[in-house]
């Protein structure tokens, strides 16, 4: 509860007579708190805005990575089969046959990495609880890293059931868990690792 001081206080001017003349000025202290509450509020809603944005710029890339990686794998087995059918008219070509499905594996495991990074991006952004924000966010190698704070411990252990109850992670792991204060108030900053898991 923000408790707001509305006593109005008195100035004297130097210079006026003490009888009479008492020039005086009223200052409304409630103007400069409900400016101060309106900075505060402004700085708590900027962590949610700035995450949207961040996730919408990620999961466009994540989206367009895997559309190439897929036109990529498309090419190559539309190749493959070219190559498969001169094989069977021509001898001395399973060097080359033997390269391009291996190019094949490597992409379709790389579209299969990007579905799953891309299902977990999304995953995130579903069960972030109301009053938790987050300020950094890393997915590499199949692993998630998270930092963020959340206005309480009720906040946090939300977000760490709904990681921990779903199939989309395993290992979760909860790094770092202090109490902070900054222009916004109290909150509890926070770090959790977790492994991405398998795609259902």
Do not use: C
Request: aromatic share 6%; net charge negative.
């Amino acid at each position: 509860m923000i408790k707001i001081n509305l006593v109005k206080s008195k100035i004297k001017v130097e210079g006026a007579s003490e009888e009479g003349d008492i020039k005086t000025f009223e200052a409304d202290s409630g103007d400069i708190d409900q400016k101060e509450l309106a900075i505060k509020m402004a700085l708590i809603l900027a962590f949610p805005v700035l995450f949207y944005f961040y996730d919408r710029h990620e999961t466009n890339k994540a989206k367009s990575e895997l559309a190439a990686v897929s036109r990529q794998v498309s090419q190559l087995q539309t190749e493959l089969n070219q190559k498969r059918t001169e094989v069977e008219q021509l001898a001395g070509m399973d060097e080359e046959v033997v390269f391009l499905q291996s190019r094949l594996d490597a992409l379709a495991d790389l579209s299969k990495l990007r579905m799953r990074e891309l299902r977990a991006l999304d995953f995130i952004q579903s069960i972030i609880p109301r009053r938790v924000w987050l300020t950094r966010l890393q997915i590499k190698d199949a692993k998630v890293e998270l930092e963020g704070a959340a206005v309480g411990d009720t906040d946090l252990n939300q977000l760490m059931n709904r990681m921990e109850g779903s199939v989309q992670f395993r290992s979760v792991v909860l790094l770092k868990a202090e109490d902070s204060t900054g222009p916004q108030g109290a909150f509890k900053a926070f770090e959790v690792s977790a492994e991405i898991g398998e795609a259902p």
